[in-house]
């Protein structure tokens, strides 16, 4: 009895999960179909398909040049994301299997930048993109991303974790350490890798604060501000609209979570390892 009740709970509680998080998903799909905007006003909200049109997409491209906000955030993402796993990985992979001179220092530098807000050094960082003359640009936004204190620190942690005896017989083999780390570190570091891809790319595609300081020009906006334009000066925007521009906004970043979803299974059953 008390092991029916248990799962009988386990149930109810993942199922009120499930719909608190697809709820909101499924408002905001429901609200990109919408006739109208009363629809989407009414209280308790109503899920109900009703009158749909594909109306308010063309809205979307009309007021505010979506695609070009689109491939901005494209590149940007995953540019920086592309970068973190270069810069972190390699990073991670000294701190983690080699000895040098002030390791515990420079590690305690890394995770100490953790500790520090964007907002603190968005000034000085401002500052220092003005110098270079690469405000108002791409380089502006994919810069300050490229290292991540946090992937450093989440990929030192997992290649820690790995048995040394691999690294011992790739020595043994003549390899050194960027061969030790090519061949046979990163192949068994896919779910972590996925992982920090997963954040990375979600971080920097839904970043607002560093698009509205560093760029002015409306054509380089990243995605987040084209939403902003999309809701109005004074949110008079239509809500149809603007969940047409959410719901077309979700799509890469499914499709990013759905294809690292796959690679971290595979690797895992690859590695032959718990990890």
């Known amino acids: 009895m008390s092991r029916l009740l248990s799962r009988t709970a386990t149930f109810v509680i993942l199922a009120v999960a499930a719909i608190a998080i697809t709820a ?76 040098f001179r002030g390791k515990g220092v420079l590690f305690a530098v890394v995770i100490g930048s953790l500790m520090i807000p964007i907002q603190v050094t968005i000034v000085p960082l401002f500052l220092v993109m003005s110098k270079l003359s690469l405000t108002n640009t791409l380089w502006s936004l994919i810069l300050p991303g490229i290292f991540s204190g946090f992937g450093i620190f989440l990929l030192r942690q997992h290649f820690l974790a790995l048995p040394y005896e691999l690294e011992e017989a790739a020595k043994l083999d003549g390899a ?15 779910p972590s890798l996925a992982t920090l891809g997963i954040l990375c790319f979600t971080y920097w595609w839904n970043d607002l604060l560093l698009p509205l300081v560093m760029i002015s020009d409306t054509e380089r906006q990243t995605l987040p501000v084209g939403l902003v334009l999309l809701a109005g000066r004074f949110s008079t925007g239509s809500l149809g609209t603007i969940a047409a521009g959410i719901a077309l906004a979700i799509v890469p970043v499914l499709i990013v979570f759905l294809a690292a979803q796959r690679y971290i299974v595979q690797s895992i059953a690859s590695s032959g390892l718990k990890l």
């Open 24 to 99: 909101p998903f499924l408002w905001i799909f429901r609200g990109a179909f919408a006739a109208s905007d009363a629809e989407l006003y009414k209280l308790p909200p109503s899920f109900d398909p009703g009158n749909l049109t594909g109306a308010n997409f063309g809205k979307v491209t009309e007021q505010v040049p979506y695609f070009r906000f689109f491939a901005n955030s494209i590149i940007v993402s995953t540019t920086v994301t592309i970068a973190q796993l270069v810069t972190c990985s390699t990073a991670a992979y000294a701190f983690a299997r080699l000895r």
């Open 176 to 190: 050194g350490h960027f061969r030790t780390f090519a061949r046979v570190i990163l192949p068994l570091s896919g």
